[in-house]
């Protein structure tokens, strides 16, 4: 595999783990999603300023309030990261 397919496989990998322990097997629930954040992003967490920036960032991956996070919300969710911790995305 190349390095941007195994960088697929590992984020449908990571979602599917987290996904599984609670809820509907393919969907996040608020807990679910908490956890991967502070497991997988520990570093991205720690820069944060603000103590409930991971809060905020929960919030914010639930696009159809539905109080679920599916798998398109969270890959959305790692591009806007990538983005943000990339200095060649537009800024909008």
Request: proline residues 4%.
């Amino acid at each position: 595999m190349t390095q941007l397919e195994t960088a697929m496989a590992i984020m449908m990998k990571t979602f599917d783990t987290y996904a599984s322990t609670q809820g509907k097997p393919d969907t996040l629930t608020k807990a679910e999603a908490k956890t991967l954040l502070e497991k997988e992003l520990p570093g991205l967490l720690k820069s944060a300023k603000n103590p409930g920036e991971v809060d905020k960032l929960l919030s914010g991956l639930d696009f159809n309030s539905d109080s679920e996070v599916d798998f398109t919300e969270f890959v959305i969710m790692v591009a806007a990261l990538t983005c943000a911790c990339h200095n060649r995305c537009p800024k909008k």
